[in-house]
């Protein structure tokens, strides 16, 4: 099976954009925890941990071995295929739903009268031909996009901090216990998705360092996160609430002089960058992951095309419209989420106790 | 339609076999002088012809024993005065009497002639027609004698060369003027000159059936890869083709990536240039007949430096070098946001800057894609007229341009202002890092299309597929785009700024893997005022 | 190699036709009309009157060049229900598309505003083109006068009034508040959003904009306005006073002086028996500007009156503004909101009496005036 190498710090990097990109879809939960959105984050960064964990002690137990083999070794070939598949296929629709994102995101922002076909298609074109050259050549920018967004994120809030309006935030922790927890429940897998990392980060150079550097993206990921959900909150106060997508509105908010005011467009572009990233990402993890399934060294090129084809006419049916988007992503996409990232990991590493035990 | 499938089938059909013809080499016999004069010269005749400077001269020597020699060689290409104080005069002094050891045959003759006789520099025997023909096609003599079956190949270049001048591509303020010439032998000497340590290898190949182009490799042994190198000379060994009149029918042929827009290989005029490139690990390749030497492997990084980069001192060469990156992203998007800010997104413009774009806008009748595009398609049919027209008419031609596609077109309500001003930006920012010309024309084009299908997302899209390809490019094995992607902290010193002379201790391991030590124990100027 | 080239082919393809025939999301400036104000007034059956002043570069090719941006005011105006609606239906009658990307104010007429503008306001957050930093005005008559002025200062009206509202904070006695701090304060549910009040006036028989005063909403109907005396009040008690003069009565001689900076607060306090007082401690910096009349006394004792004399006339206005924001039940200060998050726990019970509460409550104002200069001489000459 050919591997392709990265750094670590290419690995640190790709962990953080991943999170980063989720910075379009924070409706979800600001819709049900408004003012307190930050803690549920902060919770739901600690329950993403917590699974982060137990797939790291899955992935020390097989050191260098992606989420595919792993399974086949568990869980014996044909039911481990099985998993597999089921797996390919969670990532398929994780991918296609941040396509739909995407689409919906464009169409609001920069280009509100192209169809959303238009705008998925052209996005599937470079997304798909990124993939075909290689995972390592995605995870190359991984630091520099990165870092362009921690820079767009400072000079925004410098920007914007005559309308900030530290209040906003208080009172503290006033929302009902029940929308908070909902809401940590929806943050901690959407963005925190770990799955998807089991599949990367075997390719690391040094496989000591990945539990380190896994935690430390996450981490660093997540306080990214929470930051932007202040300085968000911090603008806008209870009426974050309504807005699709309150981070590009505080965006659009920022600016000095009439020049630069209208920058809208270029925060637009860094946002649906990372999201490029992460669909990149995903859909790589997809193709190595049906190569390593169907015993290849490497997944053919015309895959990468009937992949992207499939995603783009996936993402364009998928939900009818925006409100029925958000009412899946905070009711029942948490649940399908949850059983991939936690339950059947936990079922996996009991399983690898109970063969220990069992062995010894 | 058919015969078009034919065609290409027999065309794929015909590059399959010559791939499988390159794994068995036919070898040719190679044809022997005969013992006889008159058949070898008659052999000589039959392949050079009966061109007017294909010169034969006969002639006799020695006083005890006459021997009937000839001279064979091609009048314009050598140098008279060495055949007439080299050759000729030591063999028609030549007494055999006052000789030590005496010769009994024409071949020890021969062999005396080659190790006592001859004044000339380079004097090698062969025996093979093909050989002395091809050494008389480059400016050698040879000198046949009655009785032996070997022939002697004296060096005699003396051929019309350019002096060595300025470079006209790389014009600098500071630093050496000497550029390149195209005679093959002033190149590698310049480059020796620069580089007088004995690690400079320089290996030679002849390339081209038809024009037997002398090329040669140079780099550091000991610093650059042995690999890097290997790979190069079986790139050049692997070359069968009629003609190398230029290093650009190498540098296409041996290239990683035709299609790509953006050139893997680098070239220079200046020998400081080459030999800055040859001690941080790379390999030149010098090509008989053109001034512009290559340099294998190009990094993305190097169409931003230049030579006067590292001869003028820190912050200023830090500034100019950010602000040809600067120009690089002007060159290439500043029609591109124009058409997209004034299509698509409106708001991104000042109120009053968009009355004033609107009010040009008014008076053209054509939208503001096509009025780029004319306007870009101007600009290159002026650039190339430039370059191709007589001096004396060029005065001429830049006040055509300017005056009658600038300003009148703009009052006729041809084009508007600001499409002008956009585009002559764009121009002149392109010529800041010449070396990026041919990418920054397609890019620009490229760009301004996406830019006018879809707005600023198309800007986006067209630059992650450049980012995509610039990132998957290699370079003789090296990653193109090394230093942004993959970045590491050693590649910023000479990447965006260009930190201090002193603080470069280590070559870049792109290249030199072995011998990364550039300069142990160099100080910053200002420990060495210690009193 | 052969499929490579024929995807590239038809990519060009694809692209240069999109490019050429100027695909969907794509507007020539030639084709749509720049919005630079708006205006809403009321029609008669309820219906809403749309007021839009679209500024336009005429098409101008002899006289070009220096005057490139010679441009005129161009009204249209549409009587409905839904503004979205009246927009579009504006198409009957012009050529090219309303393009509200610039707008720069939103003018009120004042009944309308007395209706209601919530429902108004509605378009203006959703729509994608519309930004959030649009001024928010109420005129004094009808948006349809302010709208289809043509000042001699500018050329363009709107971005004048715009203009004008950035200066306002020279003379810190009008507020100017924008569509954001306005959906702010509307989706708060006890503070009560502010807007700046125009009108014309007539000088030389030209007519000019004047900006003076505040208009105070309940929710979002006009219930009151506030003239420049109580703006200053409130500007003071909202830390928004950075510029402007003080004029004021010493040893009944008129004494002016240039505000260098404030810095103020609101420190609600709950009583036991739910009275709610609430502090305003203030600190001013001042520098003396103009005086008359003022020879024989010393700076020092000059300045001691004055910060007396200042401090008093402070806490006036500001009393005088809290309490006829009491008369109209309109808490513009946020003053709920920070009892919210002091008092949390008590807060449920008391939000539904948040009106009575605020009608009831004491305003407390602690000033602490500084003279810090007094110009560039330290005593008049002559």
Same mark, same amino acid.
């Given at each position: 099976?050919?591997?392709?190498?990265?750094?670590?710090?290419?690995?640190?990097?790709?962990?953080?954009?991943?999170?980063?990109?989720?910075?379009?879809?924070?409706?979800?939960?600001?819709?049900?925890?408004?003012?307190?959105?930050?803690?549920?984050?902060?919770?739901?960064?600690?329950?993403?941990?917590?699974?982060?964990?137990?797939?790291?002690?899955?992935?020390?137990?097989?050191?260098?071995?992606?989420?595919?083999?792993?399974?086949?070794?568990?869980?014996?070939?044909?039911?481990?295929?099985?998993?597999?598949?089921?797996?390919?296929?969670?990532?398929?629709?994780?991918?296609?739903?941040?396509?739909?994102?995407?689409?919906?995101?464009?169409?609001?922002?920069?280009?509100?009268?192209?169809?959303?076909?238009?705008?998925?298609?052209?996005?599937?074109?470079?997304?798909?031909?990124?993939?075909?050259?290689?995972?390592?050549?995605?995870?190359?920018?991984?630091?520099?996009?990165?870092?362009?967004?921690?820079?767009?994120?400072?000079?925004?809030?410098?920007?914007?901090?005559?309308?900030?309006?530290?209040?906003?935030?208080?009172?503290?922790?006033?929302?009902?216990?029940?929308?908070?927890?909902?809401?940590?429940?929806?943050?901690?897998?959407?963005?925190?998705?770990?799955?998807?990392?089991?599949?990367?980060?075997?390719?690391?150079?040094?496989?000591?360092?990945?539990?380190?550097?896994?935690?430390?993206?996450?981490?660093?990921?997540?306080?990214?996160?929470?930051?932007?959900?202040?300085?968000?909150?911090?603008?806008?106060?209870?009426?974050?609430?309504?807005?699709?997508?309150?981070?590009?509105?505080?965006?659009?908010?920022?600016?000095?002089?009439?020049?630069?005011?209208?920058?809208?467009?270029?925060?637009?572009?860094?946002?649906?960058?990372?999201?490029?990233?992460?669909?990149?990402?995903?859909?790589?993890?997809?193709?190595?992951?049906?190569?390593?399934?169907?015993?290849?060294?490497?997944?053919?090129?015309?895959?990468?095309?009937?992949?992207?084809?499939?995603?783009?006419?996936?993402?364009?049916?998928?939900?009818?419209?925006?409100?029925?988007?958000?009412?899946?992503?905070?009711?029942?996409?948490?649940?399908?989420?949850?059983?991939?990232?936690?339950?059947?990991?936990?079922?996996?590493?009991?399983?690898?106790?109970?063969?220990?035990?069992?062995?010894? | 339609?058919?015969?078009?499938?034919?065609?290409?089938?027999?065309?794929?059909?015909?590059?399959?076999?010559?791939?499988?013809?390159?794994?068995?080499?036919?070898?040719?016999?190679?044809?022997?002088?005969?013992?006889?004069?008159?058949?070898?010269?008659?052999?000589?005749?039959?392949?050079?012809?009966?061109?007017?400077?294909?010169?034969?001269?006969?002639?006799?020597?020695?006083?005890?024993?006459?021997?009937?020699?000839?001279?064979?060689?091609?009048?314009?290409?050598?140098?008279?005065?060495?055949?007439?104080?080299?050759?000729?005069?030591?063999?028609?002094?030549?007494?055999?009497?006052?000789?030590?050891?005496?010769?009994?045959?024409?071949?020890?003759?021969?062999?005396?002639?080659?190790?006592?006789?001859?004044?000339?520099?380079?004097?090698?025997?062969?025996?093979?027609?093909?050989?002395?023909?091809?050494?008389?096609?480059?400016?050698?003599?040879?000198?046949?004698?009655?009785?032996?079956?070997?022939?002697?190949?004296?060096?005699?270049?003396?051929?019309?060369?350019?002096?060595?001048?300025?470079?006209?591509?790389?014009?600098?303020?500071?630093?050496?003027?000497?550029?390149?010439?195209?005679?093959?032998?002033?190149?590698?000497?310049?480059?020796?000159?620069?580089?007088?340590?004995?690690?400079?290898?320089?290996?030679?190949?002849?390339?081209?059936?038809?024009?037997?182009?002398?090329?040669?490799?140079?780099?550091?042994?000991?610093?650059?890869?042995?690999?890097?190198?290997?790979?190069?000379?079986?790139?050049?060994?692997?070359?069968?083709?009629?003609?190398?009149?230029?290093?650009?029918?190498?540098?296409?042929?041996?290239?990683?990536?035709?299609?790509?827009?953006?050139?893997?290989?680098?070239?220079?005029?200046?020998?400081?240039?080459?030999?800055?490139?040859?001690?941080?690990?790379?390999?030149?390749?010098?090509?008989?007949?053109?001034?512009?030497?290559?340099?294998?492997?190009?990094?993305?990084?190097?169409?931003?430096?230049?030579?006067?980069?590292?001869?003028?001192?820190?912050?200023?060469?830090?500034?100019?070098?950010?602000?040809?990156?600067?120009?690089?992203?002007?060159?290439?998007?500043?029609?591109?946001?124009?058409?997209?800010?004034?299509?698509?997104?409106?708001?991104?413009?000042?109120?009053?800057?968009?009355?004033?774009?609107?009010?040009?806008?008014?008076?053209?009748?054509?939208?503001?894609?096509?009025?780029?595009?004319?306007?870009?398609?101007?600009?290159?049919?002026?650039?190339?007229?430039?370059?191709?027209?007589?001096?004396?008419?060029?005065?001429?031609?830049?006040?055509?341009?300017?005056?009658?596609?600038?300003?009148?077109?703009?009052?006729?309500?041809?084009?508007?202002?600001?499409?002008?001003?956009?585009?002559?930006?764009?121009?002149?920012?392109?010529?800041?890092?010449?070396?990026?010309?041919?990418?920054?024309?397609?890019?620009?084009?490229?760009?301004?299309?996406?830019?006018?299908?879809?707005?600023?997302?198309?800007?986006?899209?067209?630059?992650?597929?450049?980012?995509?390809?610039?990132?998957?490019?290699?370079?003789?094995?090296?990653?193109?785009?090394?230093?942004?992607?993959?970045?590491?902290?050693?590649?910023?010193?000479?990447?965006?700024?260009?930190?201090?002379?002193?603080?470069?201790?280590?070559?870049?391991?792109?290249?030199?893997?072995?011998?990364?030590?550039?300069?142990?124990?160099?100080?910053?100027?200002?420990?060495?005022?210690?009193? | 190699?052969?499929?490579?080239?024929?995807?590239?082919?038809?990519?060009?393809?694809?692209?240069?036709?999109?490019?050429?025939?100027?695909?969907?999301?794509?507007?020539?400036?030639?084709?749509?009309?720049?919005?630079?104000?708006?205006?809403?007034?009321?029609?008669?059956?309820?219906?809403?009157?749309?007021?839009?002043?679209?500024?336009?570069?005429?098409?101008?090719?002899?006289?070009?060049?220096?005057?490139?941006?010679?441009?005129?005011?161009?009204?249209?105006? /549409?009587?409905?229900?839904?503004?979205?609606?009246?927009?579009?239906?504006?198409?009957?009658?012009?050529?090219?598309?309303?393009?509200?990307?610039?707008?720069?104010?939103?003018?009120?007429?004042?009944?309308?505003?007395?209706?209601?503008?919530?429902?108004?306001?509605?378009?203006?957050?959703?729509?994608?083109?519309?930004?959030?930093?649009?001024?928010?005005?109420?005129?004094?008559?009808?948006?349809?006068?302010?709208?289809?002025?043509?000042?001699?200062?500018?050329?363009?009206?709107?971005?004048?009034?715009?203009?004008?509202?950035?200066?306002?904070?020279?003379?810190?006695?009008?507020?100017?508040?924008?569509?954001?701090?306005?959906?702010?304060?509307?989706?708060?549910?006890?503070?009560?959003?502010?807007?700046?009040?125009?009108?014309?006036?007539?000088?030389?028989?030209?007519?000019?904009?004047?900006?003076?005063?505040?208009?105070?909403?309940?929710?979002?109907?006009?219930?009151?306005?506030?003239?420049?005396?109580?703006?200053?009040?409130?500007?003071?008690?909202?830390?928004?006073?950075?510029?402007?003069?003080?004029?004021?009565?010493?040893?009944?001689?008129?004494?002016?002086?240039?505000?260098?900076?404030?810095?103020?607060?609101?420190?609600?306090?709950?009583?036991?028996?739910?009275?709610?007082?609430?502090?305003?401690?203030?600190?001013?910096?001042?520098?003396?500007?103009?005086?008359?009349?003022?020879?024989?006394?010393?700076?020092?004792?000059?300045? /001691?009156?004055?910060?007396?004399?200042?401090?008093?006339?402070?806490?006036?206005?500001?009393?005088?503004?809290?309490?006829?924001?009491?008369?109209?039940?309109?808490?513009?200060?946020?003053?709920?909101?920070?009892?919210?998050?002091?008092?949390?726990?008590?807060?449920?019970?008391?939000?539904?009496?948040?009106?009575?509460?605020?009608?009831?409550?004491?305003?407390?104002?602690?000033?602490?005036?500084?003279?810090?200069?007094?110009?560039?001489?330290?005593?008049?000459?002559?």
């Amino acid at each position: 099976m050919k591997k392709t190498k990265i750094s670590s710090s290419q690995l640190f990097y790709t962990i953080i954009c991943y999170i980063q990109s989720f910075s379009i879809v924070m409706n979800f939960s600001f819709g049900i925890s408004g003012r307190d959105t930050w803690f549920a984050l902060l919770l739901g960064s600690g329950i993403a941990f917590l699974s982060l964990r137990i797939n790291i002690a899955i992935m020390q137990h097989f050191p260098g071995k992606t989420l595919v083999e792993i399974n086949s070794i568990l869980y014996g070939r044909k039911v481990g295929k099985i998993l597999s598949l089921f797996y390919l296929l969670y990532f398929l629709f994780l991918s296609s739903v941040n396509l739909h994102d995407i689409g919906d995101f464009v169409g609001l922002s920069i280009l509100p009268e192209t169809p959303t076909v238009v705008i998925l298609v052209s996005f599937m074109i470079v997304c798909g031909w990124a993939v075909m050259k290689g995972l390592r050549v995605i995870v190359r920018y991984s630091a520099a996009f990165s870092w362009i967004t921690f820079i767009a994120f400072i000079v925004t809030t410098i920007l914007v901090s005559s309308k900030v309006n530290w209040h906003n935030l208080l009172p503290v922790l006033t929302t009902a216990p029940k929308s908070i927890l909902q809401s940590a429940w929806i943050t901690s897998f959407i963005p925190l998705s770990s799955a998807v990392l089991q599949m990367v980060a075997p390719n690391v150079c040094k496989p000591n360092e990945i539990s380190k550097i896994l935690t430390k993206g996450l981490w660093t990921g997540s306080l990214f996160m929470i930051a932007v959900i202040i300085r968000d909150t911090a603008v806008w106060g209870n009426m974050a609430k309504s807005f699709v997508v309150p981070a590009y509105e505080t965006l659009r908010l920022s600016g000095f002089s009439e020049v630069f005011q209208g920058m809208d467009v270029v925060y637009a572009v860094i946002l649906i960058t990372l999201e490029f990233f992460k669909i990149a990402l995903l859909e790589s993890v997809l193709l190595s992951g049906f190569s390593q399934l169907t015993n290849q060294k490497s997944h053919p090129k015309i895959m990468a095309v009937i992949v992207s084809v499939l995603m783009a006419l996936i993402a364009s049916q998928i939900f009818p419209s925006i409100p029925r988007h958000i009412v899946f992503a905070q009711k029942t996409e948490p649940f399908i989420l949850s059983i991939f990232e936690f339950f059947l990991p936990c079922i996996s590493l009991l399983r690898i106790k109970w063969t220990c035990r069992s062995r010894s | 339609m058919i015969q078009a499938i034919l065609k290409k089938i027999r065309y794929w059909q015909l590059i399959k076999n010559s791939n499988n013809t390159d794994e068995k080499p036919v070898k040719k016999e190679k044809k022997k002088l005969s013992l006889s004069l008159s058949t070898n010269i008659k052999w000589f005749k039959e392949l050079l012809g009966k061109s007017d400077d294909i010169k034969v001269r006969e002639f006799t020597f020695g006083n005890k024993r006459v021997v009937n020699a000839a001279l064979i060689f091609i009048d314009g290409l050598v140098s008279n005065e060495i055949i007439t104080e080299s050759i000729m005069k030591p063999l028609l002094l030549y007494d055999e009497s006052l000789q030590e050891t005496p010769t009994n045959n024409a071949h020890d003759l021969m062999n005396q002639i080659q190790r006592r006789v001859l004044c000339s520099g380079d004097v090698t025997a062969n025996s093979y027609v093909e050989d002395l023909v091809t050494s008389c096609l480059r400016g050698d003599t040879v000198l046949l004698l009655d009785g032996t079956c070997q022939g002697l190949v004296v060096s005699s270049k003396g051929w019309d060369k350019r002096s060595v001048t300025e470079p006209q591509t790389e014009s600098v303020a500071r630093g050496p003027r000497e550029g390149f010439t195209e005679n093959f032998r002033t190149n590698t000497s310049l480059l020796r000159r620069k580089i007088r340590s004995p690690a400079l290898r320089m290996d030679s190949f002849t390339i081209g059936e038809k024009t037997h182009t002398m090329v040669c490799v140079a780099y550091l042994k000991g610093v650059a890869d042995e690999k890097l190198i290997e790979e190069i000379k079986r790139r050049l060994n692997t070359l069968k083709v009629d003609a190398i009149l230029e290093s650009g029918y190498i540098e296409q042929y041996i290239e990683d990536a035709p299609f790509s827009l953006f050139p893997t290989i680098g070239k220079s005029e200046k020998p400081d240039v080459i030999a800055g490139k040859i001690l941080e690990g790379r390999a030149a390749i010098i090509v008989d007949g053109t001034p512009f030497v290559l340099t294998a492997p190009m990094l993305f990084t190097e169409s931003f430096q230049t030579a006067e980069d590292y001869y003028s001192r820190t912050l200023y060469a830090s500034a100019i070098r950010l602000m040809r990156f600067l120009s690089f992203l002007i060159a290439v998007f500043a029609p591109a946001f124009y058409v997209a800010a004034t299509i698509f997104h409106q708001e991104m413009i000042p109120t009053k800057l968009l009355f004033t774009i609107a009010a040009a806008r008014e008076g053209t009748p054509f939208p503001a894609v096509v009025e780029s595009l004319i306007l870009l398609l101007a600009f290159e049919v002026l650039r190339e007229a430039g370059l191709r027209l007589p001096r004396p008419v060029g005065q001429a031609v830049s006040i055509v341009g300017a005056l009658v596609m600038g300003d009148a077109a703009i009052s006729a309500g041809l084009v508007g202002a600001p499409v002008v001003v956009t585009v002559a930006i764009s121009a002149m920012a392109e010529f800041v890092t010449p070396e990026n010309q041919d990418s920054i024309t397609l890019l620009r084009l490229i760009f301004l299309l996406l830019s006018a299908a879809l707005g600023g997302y198309g800007i986006m899209l067209g630059t992650l597929g450049m980012l995509i390809d610039l990132a998957s490019l290699e370079s003789f094995g090296v990653p193109y785009f090394a230093g942004i992607a993959p970045a590491h902290s050693h590649d910023m010193e000479d990447l965006f700024v260009r930190a201090p002379l002193w603080s470069m201790t280590e070559r870049p391991p792109e290249f030199a893997r072995k011998d990364r030590t550039r300069q142990k124990g160099s100080k910053p100027p200002f420990f060495h005022h210690k009193s | 190699m052969k499929r490579k080239k024929y995807i590239g082919v038809f990519l060009a393809a694809v692209l240069i036709l999109c490019s050429c025939t100027g695909c969907w999301g794509s507007k020539e400036l030639t084709d749509m009309v720049q919005v630079i104000g708006t205006g809403l007034d009321n029609a008669e059956n309820g219906q809403t009157k749309l007021t839009v002043q679209a500024g336009s570069a005429s098409t101008s090719k002899s006289d070009n060049k220096k005057k490139s941006a010679e441009s005129q005011i161009i009204l249209y105006q /549409k009587t409905g229900n839904g503004i979205f609606d009246m927009v579009r239906d504006i198409t009957h009658e012009s050529n090219r598309r309303l393009f509200i990307g610039h707008n720069q104010c939103i003018v009120f007429g004042k009944e309308d505003a007395q209706k209601g503008v919530k429902n108004q306001l509605d378009f203006f957050l959703r729509d994608s083109e519309a930004r959030m930093d649009v001024n928010i005005l109420v005129s004094d008559s009808t948006a349809e006068e302010i709208l289809s002025t043509q000042t001699e200062d500018y050329d363009m009206p709107a971005v004048g009034i715009k203009q004008l509202l950035e200066m306002q904070q020279a003379n810190a006695e009008s507020v100017s508040t924008d569509l954001m701090d306005f959906s702010l304060a509307l989706a708060s549910e006890t503070t009560c959003p502010v807007a700046s009040m125009i009108h014309l006036s007539k000088s030389n028989g030209k007519p000019r904009f004047v900006v003076s005063g505040t208009a105070v909403f309940k929710k979002d109907k006009l219930v009151g306005t506030l003239d420049e005396e109580k703006t200053r009040g409130y500007l003071w008690a909202m830390n928004k006073v950075k510029n402007g003069v003080v004029n004021i009565q010493s040893h009944s001689q008129p004494v002016c002086l240039e505000i260098l900076g404030s810095r103020a607060a609101i420190k609600p306090v709950l009583q036991a028996n739910h009275h709610l007082t609430v502090h305003f401690p203030i600190s001013v910096k001042l520098g003396i500007r103009e005086i008359k009349n003022q020879d024989g006394i010393s700076y020092d004792e000059l300045s /001691k009156q004055l910060e007396q004399d200042v401090s008093h006339l402070i806490q006036k206005k500001i009393s005088d503004c809290f309490h006829e924001t009491q008369l109209y039940g309109t808490d513009i200060y946020g003053v709920g909101k920070l009892v919210e998050e002091k008092y949390p726990q008590d807060w449920d019970n008391i939000k539904d009496k948040w009106d009575t509460l605020y009608r009831n409550s004491i305003p407390e104002v602690s000033v602490e005036v500084k003279v810090k200069d007094s110009g560039e001489i330290s005593k008049t000459y002559g």
